[in-house]
């Protein structure tokens, strides 16, 4: 059954009452099962690690660690690079032997931290695979579940964690380093000098999440959903102020791309910089039971508030856009198209649109005299 409201629901609101989102079983009947763990789980982290939002300000936070010995010989899709090349399929079956090992901690940080939290920032600051040892509270039980969450990639079954310790080496980049060390940096200035340096927006939001960067007395864990969208929005209102201030485009541009059953086209109008999103998400696609169309925008000063429409995925597609116009310097207004199909037929994450945009962006566009001719195209 397909609610009016599950669209904006998406599986995390319960807006149905019915206790759990009957589209996402669905989906996970397509999903081959996870098999049960015992009471040790070993193995190397993409890297990454989950801050969950039930209970706030009191949340389950730990790192995903896959069982070795159940990896098989599949992809190992470590990075969303990875993940951008693969089928649907082959993200959601590697990336649901990813156990959520966790431990409930209080958002501030204290000085006496949980022992995985401790083992979850070890993970959120390597850039390679870490091998990882995690201890569980009693054996995981033998029904397993993918969780599948509109903003952050699928993960596997929420576990309880006893104890943990990292095994491998992580490799840290002296840049992260040095402002995980920095302590009289806020969150936002560390997260805009580390994309500075080169540092990706999914490494950065690891950090954000489990409390490593900002001013000491300031830290604190971040549910993960929400710092998707911190990072998202922070990054891009960086390189809005810098577009701002450049010369308008000479032309009317428009951009076009695909990524798993996601189509989406951009038209630049030689304006000043404003933005707006429009998403149709088609009947038969996940959550429409009808065609159905949302958008949001923001005028040449922003906006000040949440995206409440289109939430996490306007944030990722106004990134990649401002990282396009920042990059040719100029500013233009971008009114972007997202049309979801039937073929994006189980929720990876905001990265989707992120990763889809950017490749669409890089794509050599259209040109035109006119925008009218523009939006025949």
């Not at 951008?84 to 209080?106: C, K, N, W």
């Not at 695979?129 to 029904?143: F, I, K, N, Y």
């Not at 002296?174 to 997260?191: E, I």
């Amino acid at each position: 059954m397909v609610y009016p409201y599950c669209l904006e629901c998406r599986g995390t609101r319960d807006m149905c009452r019915q206790g759990r989102c009957e589209l996402l079983r669905l989906v996970r009947e397509r999903i081959p099962s996870i098999r049960s763990v015992g009471k040790l789980i070993e193995g190397p982290s993409p890297p990454d690690v989950f801050v969950g939002q039930y209970g706030y300000p009191t949340v389950g936070v730990g790192p995903l660690v896959p069982p070795s010995d159940a990896l098989g010989d599949g992809p190992a899709l470590q990075s969303v690079r990875d993940m951008v090349e693969a089928p649907i399929e082959d993200v959601i079956a590697y990336r649901s032997m990813l156990f959520h090992t966790r431990q409930g901690s209080p958002v501030r940080l204290r000085r006496e931290m949980p022992r995985i939290l401790e083992v979850a920032q070890e993970v959120a600051m390597s850039t390679v695979p870490v091998d990882t040892e995690v201890e569980l509270s009693r054996p995981a039980p033998s029904q397993l579940v993918t969780n599948l969450d509109p903003f952050a990639p699928p993960r596997g079954p929420a576990v309880e964690a006893e104890r943990g310790r990292v095994v491998g080496h992580p490799v840290v980049p002296r840049r992260v380093d040095a402002l995980v060390s920095d302590t009289d940096a806020g969150a936002s200035t560390a997260a805009r000098e580390l994309y500075g340096a080169g540092v990706g927006e999914d490494h950065i939001l690891r950090l954000f999440s489990v409390g490593l960067l900002g001013r000491r007395s300031s830290r604190k864990l971040v549910p993960t959903r929400w710092s998707i969208t911190a990072v998202d929005d922070i990054l891009s209102k960086d390189l809005a102020i810098r577009a701002r201030g450049m010369q308008e485009l000479g032309e009317v541009r428009v951009h076009s791309g695909v990524l798993k059953g996601n189509h989406f086209h951009v038209l630049l109008v030689p304006r000043p910089w404003a933005f707006e999103m429009v998403e149709a998400w088609v009947q038969g696609s996940l959550w429409a039971a009808s065609t159905t169309i949302i958008s949001d925008r923001e005028g040449h000063d922003g906006r000040s508030d949440y995206a409440r429409n289109i939430t996490g995925a306007y944030y990722a597609a106004r990134l990649a856009v401002l990282e396009h116009l920042t990059a040719i310097q100029r500013q233009a207004t971008a009114v972007v198209y997202r049309e979801v199909t039937e073929d994006y037929w189980a929720p990876l994450g905001v990265w989707v649109v992120r990763e889809g945009m950017r490749s669409t962006m890089g794509a050599t566009p259209e040109r035109f005299d006119d925008v009218r001719s523009g939006l025949q195209a």
